[in-house]
């Protein structure tokens, strides 16, 4: 089976890093949200997860290599210390669990960030919250 991963931040739709310029392409599997709290970076957003707040993305099946590549572009590093740790969750797509990797920023990098209340990336840099368009830090 394809690992499936839950991206929140640039990655999703219309994103920067939009999850589509990868190859093989990934396969849109629905919309969802998880547990957690998503926080301000400026450029990209980081979340911490578990909690009472919501927060939104979309779920993708993807080949290996791609996985391999958000490891990168994620800065995942083995000792769990690089800016983001892959996690598991369990996430509802349409009424179906599916286990996700997802993206967890190091706690240790949130210290006096700006908490996006909506848990909606996208919804926050249209309204001028973030910049697309700068490289992530």
């Keep these: 089976m394809m690992p499936h991963v839950f991206v929140y931040g640039t990655l999703r739709r219309g994103g920067r890093n939009d999850i589509a310029r990868y190859r093989p392409e990934p396969l849109l599997v629905g919309e969802a949200e998880i547990a957690g709290t998503l926080y301000d970076f400026g450029a990209y957003p980081g979340v911490v997860l578990g909690g009472a707040g919501r927060v939104k993305g979309e779920v993708y ?18 000792d769990d210390l690089g800016e983001y740790i892959r996690r598991r969750v369990r996430v509802s797509v349409e009424g179906q669990w599916i286990d996700c990797l997802v993206y967890e920023i190091h706690p240790a990098r949130i210290a006096s960030r700006r908490v996006i209340e909506s848990g909606d990336w996208i919804a926050h840099a249209a309204l001028g919250g973030a910049s697309f368009s700068q490289p992530k830090d």
């Design 61 to 78: 099946v993807v080949e290996p290599a791609v996985e391999e590549a958000l490891d990168v572009l994620e800065e995942v590093a083995d």
